[in-house]
T-cell receptor
């Protein structure tokens, strides 16, 4: 596709359930970012991949959060034993080249509601 | 204190008005970004700049590196400009540090 695609768009989970959020970046984009956006707030960085390597996971809020990008394209963000405070929009972004300044292209996000 | 501060938080304007949104940051940066987010929609990058001024249509972005300050201007505002405008900075790596956004509503 032409843009960054995220699925599902909406996810409702019961507290304690595991969820998996998918991101399809723009083809050929080396860098992939995950951000978390709570209601009324600006997005916050979660993790960053360069191809399949997870170079920065400093923003993951707990060890319940796990991200992977095994073949350097599609990425999955997994949240285990979801809690109410995990409710947010999860945004994925990709950019072409980590070695020069590039704009990031964002997906529409996955809105997660934990009941 | 947040590393990126925006003002105002909320802004209303009449169609045709000139609009300014301000952004201040407290860290060394490699680039500053202005982004637009429509309700329920994704985020679109408007500008990435590290010095001077950029213009695209009715939008103008400026940055003063010494003062750690940037402004986004919208000339001849229109109701379709209504959105949240977010300032973000990137440092050594490309990960973005975001401000909390400015919600703009332009009325006809």
């Amino acid at each position: 596709g032409a843009g960054v695609s995220q699925s599902p768009r909406y996810k409702v989970a019961k507290r304690g359930q595991d969820v998996a959020l998918r991101c399809d970046p723009i083809s050929g984009h080396v860098s992939l970012f995950w951000y978390q956006q709570a209601l009324g707030q600006g997005p916050e960085f979660l993790t960053y991949f360069q191809n399949e390597a997870q170079l920065d996971k400093s923003g993951l809020p707990s060890d319940r959060f796990f991200a992977e990008r095994p073949e350097g394209s599609v990425s999955t963000l997994k949240i285990q034993r979801t809690q109410q405070e995990d409710s947010a929009v999860y945004l994925c972004a990709s950019s072409l080249d980590p070695f020069s300044k590039n704009i990031q292209y964002f997906g529409a996000g996955t809105r997660l509601s934990v009941l | 204190k947040n590393e990126v501060e925006q003002s105002p938080q909320n802004l209303t304007a009449q169609e045709g008005e000139f609009i300014t949104i301000n952004c201040s940051y407290s860290v060394g940066i490699s680039a500053l970004h202005w982004l637009q987010q429509h309700p329920g929609g994704g985020i679109v990058s408007l500008f990435m700049l590290s010095s001077g001024k950029k213009k695209h249509g009715r939008l103008i972005a400026t940055i003063n590196i010494q003062e750690k300050h940037s402004s986004l201007h919208i000339t001849a505002s229109h109701p379709r400009d209504s959105a949240v405008y977010i300032c973000a900075v990137s440092k050594r790596t490309d990960k973005l540090i975001f401000g909390t956004g400015t919600r703009l509503q332009v009325f006809p």
